[in-house]
């Protein structure tokens, strides 16, 4: 249902060069990045700089070498990896932070840079740098202990792309002598906080302080006080193979080369419960839609094509660029799909629909632009030229998860509850954690009667993905 929303890079951001640390501690490495300024994001995300640099100061003082990267395009961030990679000695203790935005595909993680170009699920893997092949890079270097905190599990601007993964992190497949711990569940997102720092930084900060801990329950730790911060709504991801005893702090007394020492903490009590992963019933293929005469819509309420915001839109980077191409090209499909997947991500939807019906045009058969105008005509309630679209997308793609999902909210919005319900269902079996889907199927329950299962759908969405119900909103779903 929701468009597929990443955008074209044209930015070229500045680089915040590679600090080296010059700290003590020759056998420690550690690689820290904070990846803040996307330009496929709304704003530069608030917390990774500021997490970054402070998680770089504590490394420093535990006796680790640190390189420090901050809004690092791929490039940089292949300069930054070969050049940890060439430090590694047999035996050393290598560390990687990364805050910015993550990905998931084909049961990998992928941390992204800042300039990655990304419209389908294949351009993941070819700008993003999966963390199982550089923790493999790692371990055949010779590194004895390997460890990976990723703060990514951020709802971003790529996943709205394409749908054939599920949201959030992957596990993953480490060699021996690794930790990794993710920020949040698997395949689960959260929400920054709004504030300067992320919630998972200031608790890894507060146990990595704490003197007299190895490794794995620094991190246990941390993840029962971030458990408990978010009352559950954000439970980080612990795996570890380890064969030998490490902690952050080196020495065997827990003595920290520099620094004032900090009194240890109560052990904790038992660690929360998350919230329950809810499990879809299979059911049945959905039925084909009765047909129901749905009302002509007004005119629609474009409120992003008035004059001035036309204007602004033409100034914008990734639009200027693709109208510049079908100036000189006014039959380029791909350059039509990908501005009307732009306007449609700043809410200018007439111009969108219009992009998407000569896509179509030159493409009669193209499945993604069918389904992308059924999401928009919804939203903007042209809702019976909708349901063709996303009929249309289906015969096209008997299955087709993302115009599963399409159709069910033109249902939803039409009343057709049933339908709804039967749609959303047909999806959630492909995908049971499309989050869209469950809380529209919530919806659609309890305006058909089923008040408590409707309420199970939309509390496991919401857990999801705390945003989605401002998303529904946006649809004028409420």
């Known amino acids: 249902m929701r468009i597929r929303l990443a955008l074209l890079v044209t930015l070229i951001l500045s680089i915040a060069p590679l600090v080296p640390s010059g700290a003590a501690g020759a056998d420690r490495f550690a690689l820290v990045i904070g990846n803040a300024k996307y330009p496929d994001a709304e704003a530069p995300l608030k917390e990774p700089i500021n997490d970054a640099r402070d998680i770089a100061d504590e490394l420093k003082r535990d006796g680790f070498n640190v ?7 791929g490039d940089a961030m292949r300069r930054a990896l070969d050049k940890l990679y060439g430090r590694i000695k047999p035996g050393a203790v ?85 930790l990794v711990m993710y920020s949040a569940a698997l395949s689960s997102v959260i929400s920054d906080n709004g504030g300067d720092h992320s919630l998972f930084v200031q608790e890894l900060l507060k146990e990595i302080r704490v003197p007299d801990l190895m490794a794995e329950e620094t991190l246990n730790r941390t993840r029962v006080g971030v458990t408990r911060a978010s009352r559950s709504e954000q439970v980080p991801w612990i795996s570890s193979s ?71 839109l033409a100034d914008d980077p990734t639009i200027k660029s693709l109208t510049a191409k079908l100036a000189d090209n006014p039959d380029d499909q791909s350059a039509l799909y990908r501005r009307g997947q732009v306007y449609a991500s700043k809410g200018a939807y007439s111009l969108a629909i219009k992009d998407f019906d000569d896509s179509i045009r030159l493409n009669p058969k193209d499945v993604e632009a069918f389904n992308n105008r059924c999401w928009a005509r919804s939203v903007i309630g042209d809702l019976q030229a909708a349901l063709k679209d996303c009929n249309e997308a289906l015969r096209l793609r008997p299955n087709f998860v993302d115009a599963l999902d399409s159709r069910g909210l033109v249902n939803l919005k039409s009343g057709q509850t049933k339908n709804a319900i039967a749609d959303f269902d047909a999806a959630l079996k492909i995908n049971p954690r499309l989050t869209s889907s469950l809380y529209g199927r ?32 946006g649809y004028g779903v409420r």
Request: negative net charge; proline residues 13%.
């Open 67 to 73: 390189d420090v990267g901050e809004n690092l395009t």
């Open 242 to 312: 380890l064969a030998e005893d490490f902690s952050f702090i080196p020495g065997a007394s827990g003595t920290r080369p520099a620094g004032p020492a900090v009194a240890a903490r109560p052990q904790p009590a038992p660690e929360p419960q998350p919230l329950p992963r809810y499990d879809p019933v299979p059911v049945p293929p959905p039925p084909k839609p009765v047909e129901v005469s749905i009302p002509p819509p007004d005119k629609p309420a474009d409120n992003k094509n008035d004059g001035s915001t036309v204007v602004a």
């Open 442 to 473: 919530g919806l659609a329950k309890q305006r058909n009667g089923s008040i408590s299962e409707g309420e199970l759908d939309i509390s496991n969405a919401k857990a999801m993905d705390p945003n989605i119900v401002k998303e529904f909103a």
């Open 94 to 178: 290598v560390l990687v932070f990364f805050s910015g935005f993550g990905v998931q595909s084909s049961r990998q993680s992928y941390m992204i840079p800042v300039d990655a170009q990304i419209w389908i699920e294949a351009d993941v893997r070819r700008d993003g740098f999966s963390l199982e092949t550089v923790l493999g890079e790692i371990n055949s270097r010779g590194a004895g202990v390997k460890i990976a905190l990723i703060d990514a599990s951020r709802r971003n601007p790529f996943e709205r792309r394409f749908r054939s993964f599920s949201a959030g992190l992957a596990p993953v497949i480490a060699p021996n002598g690794t």
